[in-house]
């Protein structure tokens, strides 16, 4: 079964800068659907940002402009840069993959937390 795994994750000023990167187990970054999703305390999970097999893109309109979310097929590894943060991104972010033919997510990682403080 595929394992997705986040790291980067941390506290930071407002208007500060961080880099969370998701690992997939095996060779899914080509071809699945890759996205970086977040959840705040007492809010529902939201999408961030995804990044389709073709390499277009999809924001957040809360993120546009500050985060960017990239990919590296060689290290099989979805990056999302977060720029200009602020105190509203603080959340604990999930990576999650979704095979072509899929409807939804099904493929999740454990999350890392990051807190911006003001």
């Known amino acids: 079964q595929v394992q997705l795994r986040e790291s980067g994750g941390g506290v930071v000023q407002a208007g500060g800068s961080l880099r969370l990167s998701c690992s997939a187990s095996?060779?899914?970054?080509?071809?699945?659907?890759m996205g970086w999703y977040r959840q705040a305390p007492g809010k529902d999970r939201e999408l961030v940002a995804n990044i389709h097999s073709d390499n277009s893109t999809n924001y957040a309109v809360s993120v546009k402009g500050r985060f960017i979310i990239s990919k590296d097929i060689a290290k099989n590894t979805v990056d999302l840069q977060m720029n200009s943060l602020k105190p509203e991104d603080t959340a604990v972010y999930l990576c999650?993959?979704?095979?072509?033919?899929?409807?939804?997510?099904?493929?999740w990682g454990q999350g890392t937390r990051v807190t911006v403080s003001s």
């Open positions: 095996e060779k899914i970054v080509s071809t699945y659907y």
């Open positions: 999650a993959a979704k095979a072509p033919q899929s409807e939804s997510y099904e493929i």
